[in-house]
């Protein structure tokens, strides 16, 4: 059948022509028939603006659709980081021919290159037909949405229906689907990342079957031992409402094929069910539901159809239906052979087992049949007409250590071993069995980073899944990266069990250390885990074996690291406390270096359901020995904003005006203290009556009757009575005294008497003239008697006995003055 070939050429002029002032300007002529779109992700920011004539129009986007140059300009630097390219060109097909080809063709380094472009051939069949696209000059291979090609070149199937598109798959050069039929519209995409030039192809269009499928792919089986995956329309998300998908496989003669279902999700149904049908030539059709075991097929083409029902689409208890499967094949009656040698991998082991017992399948070892092989040393492996999916291939290891003085000081290393590639099947799951020395503790951190236990709202969406048990089989929990857990330690003997999503192999994780493992001392829990949460990211935690309870007896903590200026808010959202026949169960929450506690309950006390905690802290928990039901919780930690920030914030501030304010203050007190320095033409005089002042405008002091200087403000217990100590020395009753020595100017331990104005009043002092002070006596204060008013005190003459009693008051006579 001919057809008319054009070649998609998306300008056929384009060349810069200015930059200036940041502003990029380019002229360009879209091909006849081709749409040329630029379009920005940003709301704001960088415009293009067209010139056609003197109009110049300004936007997020523009589309250019007329064979006539358009001048371009880009008003910042670098818009190939705000915008994007899609060049779109429609393909009409009648029920006899279609009006063009796919054709890949570049014009050469043009600046267009620069930005990521998408290529786009809308495709229009009449019907009944369908739009046929044939790969089969390089053939294509289906990977999920979310991964990339090596090349950085994929591919994109679209069909269009009333209810939406419907994303039919993403694909990558060179693979085993040469053919794809769409029913009435669609499209194919190719997506070019900036900078890389468009690789020259062509995939021819044609007219179809007529289908009554959404989509029909065409899956060419390569000769020899192959293995692919396929995924259902839509995939990850649901596969559309009471619609159908079809697969036709062409199998090479004397090959047989076998099919896993590695991922599959059910919906709810309202009318109709769910599927999987099976037709081949010479034998009638074969329809199991998603959850039978497929069927392998022996020889011979076929077509796998799937099926979905009319979806209760307002339950949120129906995720939809999805489909990840796996397609294998072998040639009948092959026989592979496979030598190993495992006396070089440190006490590795391996173990074969054939998992489907209906299978022709042979497994021999050493030339003796076998239904389960361990390999510990040399041996020589045998397998006649097994697929991959009829064998697993596990390995195993065992680290210990006795004594913990003789434990290596270096971690041990947890790798995946690199094995021969003549095995029938990829390693599936690598298990290490960690033996501390008695009372010791095995300590293990991952290489990839922090963990976090898969729970339900935290699933593990990685490659590849830890999987920690105690030595006799008891789940500690399933653990997968990226997460909060920073250091696990376990009390006892152990396993670590690495395995990938979805049955996944760990073929591109040879020789890459997951996992380091120390024997340590032992700790006072059976499990302790560091937690290092992260704002605003919550973190779920769980009891050791959750959702089975913990083990009677045992005990659990959390080291949780929270960062300044922050709080943890614990919830406890699945909180299931049993009936206990002997001790309690506990929760407990402490801050780091406290003694007293933030919150404690046990199995027979109310729980709060959440609390809030300020600093680092541990979460502490304990089982009894249980009579009926289980210990288990899951705790959400969450990270926000401490509340007293804003108070710290508060009083930060205030603090720091106060230190201003007391530096004005003081800057202020030095500048008068230097005004009075000036006045240096003042002389400061002495006056016998103790009262120091200057002349000049001061003026001189009042006398003593207009004033207060006889009035003092304190007299020094010194200076009271001197001939009292001195006799109470010669009687015994004080110690030896001295005299002070003659007074020479104004010292800080001898002050001369200032009366109650004098010490008010703020004079400056200028310097004393020297003189002789009468000695005065050193008495101890605490011997000084209070004088009395109206009472009359003599003095004896110091030539009186030392044994003279004390001086007593004389009373006045009557009347008095």
Not at 553 to 569: D, G, K, L
Not at 613 to 639: A, H, Q, R, W
Request: glycine content about 6%; hydrophobic content about 35%.
């Amino acid at each position: 059948m001919s057809s008319t070939r054009v070649t998609l050429r998306f300008f056929l002029l384009t060349f810069v022509t200015a930059t200036v002032s940041g502003v990029l300007k380019l002229s360009i002529a879209p091909d006849r028939g081709t749409t040329l779109s630029i379009s920005s992700s940003q709301v704001k920011g960088c415009k293009v603006c067209t010139w056609a004539g003197r109009l110049r129009q300004c936007g997020l986007s523009v589309v250019l659709k007329e064979n006539t140059p358009v001048s371009v300009e880009f008003e910042c630097s670098r818009p190939q980081d705000v915008f994007s390219v899609e060049i779109a060109r429609n393909i009409e097909c009648t029920t006899k021919l279609c009006t063009g080809h796919i054709i890949q063709a570049d014009t050469g380094s043009l600046p267009l290159l620069d930005f990521n472009r998408k290529f786009i051939w809308n495709l229009n069949a009449s019907a009944p037909k369908a739009v046929k696209i044939d790969f089969s000059n390089t053939g294509l291979r289906q990977i999920n949405p979310s991964d990339s090609c090596p090349d950085g070149h994929s591919y994109n199937l679209q069909a269009f229906q009333t209810s939406g598109n419907v994303a039919v798959g993403k694909y990558c050069r060179t693979g085993p689907v040469v053919c794809a039929q769409i029913l009435n519209q669609g499209s194919f995409s190719l997506d070019v990342p900036a900078g890389q030039k468009l690789q020259n192809g062509q995939f021819d269009v044609s007219v179809g079957e007529e289908i009554k499928s959404l989509t029909k792919i065409t899956v060419m089986i390569p000769k020899g031992t192959s293995s692919l995956e396929l995924l259902s329309p839509n995939y990850p998300d649901s596969f559309p409402d009471d619609d159908v998908m079809q697969w036709y496989f062409q199998v090479p003669d004397k090959h047989r094929t076998a099919l896993q279902f590695l991922n599959v999700t059910k919906p709810r149904c309202l009318k109709k069910e769910t599927a999987v049908e099976y037709h081949s030539k010479g034998r009638g059709a074969m329809v199991l539901s998603l959850s039978d075991p497929q069927p392998e097929q022996n020889q011979g083409d076929f077509t796998l159809t799937l099926r979905n029902c009319e979806m209760d689409i307002r339950s949120a208890a129906s995720p939809g239906l999805l489909l990840n499967l796996r397609v294998s094949s072998s040639r009948t009656g092959l026989t592979v052979s496979c030598k190993v040698d495992l006396s070089r991998m440190g006490g590795l082991s391996l173990h074969i087992e054939k998992l489907r017992p209906a299978s022709v399948c042979q497994m021999r070892v050493n030339s003796v049949l076998k239904e389960k092989i361990t390999v510990t040393s040399k041996s020589e492996l045998t397998f006649q007409d097994c697929f991959p999916e009829d064998v697993q291939v596990t390995a195993t290891k065992t680290i210990e250590c006795s004594v913990l003085k003789d434990c290596p000081k270096t971690p041990a290393r947890l790798s995946v071993p690199l094995l021969p590639p003549c095995l029938l099947a990829p390693l599936s799951s690598v298990t290490w069995t960690l033996r501390p020395p008695q009372h010791g503790t095995v300590e293990l951190t991952s290489s990839f980073g922090p963990l976090k236990q898969s729970l339900p709202g935290q699933q593990c969406n990685n490659s590849i899944v830890f999987k920690l048990s105690e030595d006799h089989g008891t789940t500690i929990g399933h653990f997968c990266t990226p997460g909060a857990i920073q250091k696990v330690q376990i009390h006892t003997n152990m396993t670590v069990t690495v395995s990938g999503m979805g049955g996944k192999s760990l073929r591109t994780l040879s020789k890459t250390v997951l996992m380091e493992a120390f024997f340590k001392e032992g700790i006072s829990e059976r499990y302790i885990f560091t937690v290092s949460p992260k704002r605003d990211t919550p973190v779920l935690l769980a009891t050791p074996g959750w959702p089975v309870g913990m083990k009677s007896y045992s005990t659990v903590s959390w080291i949780v690291s929270v960062p300044p200026r922050m709080e943890a808010h614990l919830m406890f959202a699945k909180l299931s406390q049993p009936k206990c026949s002997n001790r309690h169960t506990n929760i407990r929450v402490q801050r780091v270096g406290r003694l007293e506690e933030e919150y404690s309950r046990r199995e027979d006390e109310k729980a709060v359901s959440e609390i809030t905690v300020n600093g680092n802290f541990y979460l502490n928990m304990s089982n009894c020995m249980p009579e009926k039901g289980d210990f288990s919780v899951i705790t959400k930690i969450t990270l926000h904003k401490s509340k007293n920030l804003l108070l710290t914030i508060i009083l930060s501030v205030v603090a720091v005006l106060l230190v201003i304010f007391v530096i004005v203050l003081v800057v202020v007190c030095v500048v008068i203290r230097k005004k009075k320095k000036k006045l240096d033409h003042e002389i400061s005089i002495y006056n016998p009556n103790c009262t120091s002042f200057l002349p000049g405008p001061n003026g001189f002091p009042k006398t003593r009757e207009d004033n207060e200087s006889h009035v003092y403000a304190s007299i020094e217990d010194t200076l009271v009575y001197t001939h009292l100590l001195r006799k109470g020395a010669e009687m015994g009753i004080y110690g030896e005294f001295d005299t002070h020595p003659p007074f020479s100017g104004q010292t800080d331990s001898q002050k001369p008497l200032v009366s109650k104005i004098a010490a008010d009043d703020d004079i400056p002092v200028g310097v004393y003239e020297k003189f002789q002070a009468p000695p005065l006596p050193i008495r101890p204060p605490s011997h000084v008697k209070a004088m009395q008013d109206n009472v009359i005190y003599q003095t004896e003459d110091p030539s009186e006995e030392e044994n003279s009693p004390n001086l007593g008051p004389r009373l006045e006579p009557e009347g008095g003055n």
